[in-house]
């Protein structure tokens, strides 16, 4: 067997689902038992599994969310050194001292932020609903006015669609894979592709944005491609990832990355070699050295942000 079969049989053994970010490595997605983006992993986390074990193929804080969400389960990381770069620029500290500066504001903070970071908020958002739930915090806030961290480029996103007055917080948040998109990539792309559609994710920068056919998450792109047909192709412009699963899914579609180096070397940590030797680990005393397990008193808290996403959704 190869490895991929090897994955497979002992997954079934053990009872573990696999939940997997578009962003990770192409056989990652072809071993998983689900692949999503943050929103539809954190809905199939907390309503779609039965297995005792979820083993989450992404970056750490996806698999805190999962423990948030399902504290009776066993959450496994096959690599816990997988951090996010943007999850990093602000701490629950930091929420609480713009809490101090701005009392009474709603607080959103994006789901690609630490469990402890979710724990000092009013709600979380995605890319697929930011605006939805920030429209919505505000209004059952009574206010015009939100706090909006950590990534600025999301926050400008929905500034620009709302009519809200949002904070950006900590003001310099972003994803270093997505804000190296410029306007003259768009530029040499339109010029290589003249007669594609550019996707564009709302974390690259308002000026990439302004010149984007259409703006969305990775499940937005996803839906967009299966419901457009366009014989010149799509340029995408979000993680190299993305585009890797399109081909996979549309070998008859044509796909050019907006700029190849848009690569996360987090999410690429995530290989097959560590999934298999992470689900043999179970049952053994090395099993421990990949269970994420988020400490109580920050996982309700946190939890409550996260839930109430996923209602508003």
Not at 99 to 115: E, S
Not at 270 to 284: A, N, P, Q
Request: hydrophobic share 35%; net charge negative.
């Amino acid at each position: 067997m190869d490895i991929s079969e090897k994955i497979s049989a002992l997954k079934t053994e053990k009872g573990v689902t696999i939940l997997a970010h578009y962003y990770t490595p192409l056989g990652v997605h072809k071993i998983a038992d689900r692949i999503g983006d943050s929103l539809g992993l954190s809905k199939i986390a907390k309503n779609e599994v039965d297995t005792d074990y979820i083993l989450f193929a992404g970056v750490l804080f996806m698999a805190e969310t999962a423990s948030v969400l399902n504290p009776a389960k066993t959450i496994l990381s096959p690599d816990k050194s997988a951090g996010c770069p943007l999850a990093n620029f602000l701490s629950g500290d930091d929420i609480e001292k713009y809490k101090i500066q701005y009392p009474d504001i709603p607080v959103v903070v994006y789901v690609n932020t630490t469990a402890e970071t979710k724990a000092h908020t009013d709600i979380c958002c995605t890319s697929s609903n930011a605006i939805k739930i920030s429209q919505k915090i505000a209004e059952e806030h009574n206010t015009d006015t939100i706090l909006f961290g950590p990534d600025k480029n999301l926050a400008s996103y929905v500034r620009d669609r709302t009519d809200l007055k949002v904070i950006s917080i900590p003001g310099l948040g972003n994803c270093p894979r997505h804000n190296l998109f410029t306007k003259m990539d768009v530029v040499n792309a339109k010029n290589t592709h003249p007669n594609a559609i550019l996707l564009v994710h709302p974390e690259a920068p308002p000026e990439v944005q302004q010149m984007a056919d259409y703006i969305g998450s990775t499940s937005g792109m996803l839906n967009y491609v299966h419901e457009h047909e366009n014989d010149a192709g799509y340029i995408i412009g979000t993680e190299i990832g993305l585009m890797d699963h399109l081909i996979w899914k549309n070998p008859s579609k044509k796909f050019f990355p907006l700029n190849p180096k848009s690569l996360c070397e987090n999410m690429k940590k995530i290989t097959l070699e560590k999934i298999y030797t992470t689900l043999k680990s179970i049952g053994t005393p090395e099993e421990e050295q990949f269970q994420v397990k988020v400490p109580s008193h920050i996982a309700q808290k946190a939890l409550l942000s996260i839930e109430k996403m996923i209602d508003y959704s």
